[in-house]
Nanobody, 118 residues
Framework: QVQLVESGGGLVQAGGSLRLSCVAS????????MGWYRQAPGKRRELVATITSGGSTNYADSVKGRFTISRDNAKNTVYLEMNSLKPEDTAVYYCNARPRLLGTADFWGQGTQVFVSS
């Protein structure tokens, strides 16, 4: 079992920046890729960014050039640096960990709220 704890959310003005952190604990050797998802009011949860254990990254088109995902395996932590924030980035951001064993359910954090004001 894996536990994920997010931090770093808050209220910022448009154009500002935030850095989210997610610390993994438990059976961390079972983790393959990690990532960030978000769910805005009235919207379905969507992919923001992912990063594999080898460092390969993938981003949603809406955040390319503005957000950067990184991973510190020694600290069992994944980060999401968010720059040039827009009101449409307002959402609850969830940390995700995908097991190496395909077919096993993903692990999720409790989420951290990001609110970007106009």
């Amino acid at each position: 079992q894996v536990q994920l704890v997010e931090s770093g959310g808050g209220l910022v003005q448009a154009g500002g920046s935030l850095r989210l952190s997610c610390v993994a604990s438990g059976n961390i050797f079972s983790i393959n890729a990690m990532g960030w998802y978000r769910q805005a009011p009235g919207k379905r949860r969507e992919l923001v960014a992912t990063i594999t254990s080898g460092g390969s990254t993938n981003y949603a088109d809406s955040v390319k050039g503005r957000f950067t995902i990184s991973r510190d395996n020694a600290k069992n932590t994944v980060y999401l640096e968010m720059n040039s924030l827009k009101p449409e980035d307002t959402a609850v951001y969830y940390c995700n960990a995908r097991p190496r064993l395909l077919g096993t359910a993903d692990f999720w954090g409790q989420g951290t709220q990001v609110f970007v004001s106009s």
